[in-house]
Nanobody, 120 residues
């Protein structure tokens, strides 16, 4: 059973920083793309950033220049360094790994979510 477990959320003042982590566990053969999504109250879930196994990155326009996504393939872990946080970044952040090749087959996995709250 593959699981994604996030950590690092919390409450921070505007202008501050947080670093999110997401570790995948289970008998995993390969993880291709890993990404972070977020969902604010009353809004749809949106892609924040994604990174391929080879290190290619893409970001939502709203976070470019402020957030950095990275990963450690050996640890099956993805990170999201968030700087210059704004109140509009407040949301539940979810880790996603589509197309995970594991012992039980190929699947799309989500973490349980971690709350990020930015106060003004």
């Amino acid at each position: 059973q593959v699981q994604l477990v996030e950590s690092g959320g919390g409450l921070v003042q505007a202008g501050g920083s947080l670093n999110l982590s997401c570790a995948a566990s289970g008998i995993i053969l390969r993880i291709n793309t890993m990404g972070w999504y977020r969902q604010a109250p009353g809004k749809q879930r949106e892609l924040v950033a994604a990174i391929t196994r080879g290190g290619s990155r893409n970001y939502a326009d709203s976070v470019k220049g402020r957030f950095t996504i990275s990963r450690d393939n050996a640890k099956n872990t993805v990170y999201l360094q968030m700087n210059s946080l704004k109140p509009e970044d407040t949301a539940v952040y979810y880790c996603n790994a589509p197309g995970v090749i594991a012992r039980q087959g190929i699947g799309d996995y989500w973490g349980q979510g971690t709350q990020v709250t930015v106060s003004s």
